[in-house]
Every structure is written in C-alpha cells, then in structure tokens.
C-alpha cells in the first residue's frame, strides 16, 4: 500500500521484484489501466521480461472476472467491517491485520478465485 498512484515504472519495480522471488515463466492478469500501457512497462517487455512474463488483459469492465474484487470487497466488509482510523498510517496498519488473518482462511480466497471462474 502507498499514499499516491502507482505509475508505469513502479509497476516495472514491482514485476522486476516479482521475476526475483519468481523462477520461470509468470502469468500476470490486469485490467487496462494507463500505467499498464505506459513505455516503461513496453521498454521493460522489450528488453527480456517478455521472456518470462505474459501478460493478459482483462475486458475493460469485468469485475465479476476479476477474483481481486472479491478479495478486497471481503477486507471491505468482513475484516475492516465497521472500523475507522484516524489517519493513513492507522488505516495501512488496520489493512495489514485484515489482510494476514485472510491469510489464514484460504477457504476465503479460494472462493474468490471460483466466483471469478477460476480453480487452483
């Protein structure tokens, strides 16, 4: 989490950080954001991640295939149901705790994945 807009060359911070935790090929689903289409993410593909990265694209309004969706919508209204935080630095740490305890409810995500239509 940050307190500002991701742009393109953090997103290819980002996957570069994934290619290193990551051996072999990755599949990376996303929507259709400008900071997706930007140059960097192109000079990045270009220079070799497109090797090992594919990338997709979901259909421009897809939330229903989207399982991140659900994911946050869980945080959303059973994890951080009825909490408020007096600043960002509150609200992050209130994030953090909802997102380890989903961690400990697989069951949760696995959901999100099949509502999106997808099985692991």
Wanted: proline share 4%; aromatic share 8%.
């Amino acid at each position: 989490m940050q307190d500002h807009s991701f742009t393109s060359q953090e997103v290819v911070l980002f996957l570069a950080k994934l290619h290193r935790q990551i051996r072999g090929k990755v599949l990376v689903i996303w929507d259709g954001a400008k900071i997706h289409q930007g140059q960097p993410i192109k000079d990045y593909l270009g220079a070799g991640a497109a090797q090992w990265l594919q990338l997709e694209k979901l259909p421009a309004y897809a939330p229903d295939l989207n399982p991140d969706e659900g994911i946050w919508n869980y945080l959303k209204r059973v994890e951080l149901a009825n909490t408020c935080s007096q600043n960002l630095k509150e609200l992050y740490l209130r994030v953090q705790d909802a997102a380890r305890r989903l961690r400990r409810k697989p069951e949760v995500i696995v959901g999100c994945l099949a509502q999106a239509g997808l099985s692991i």
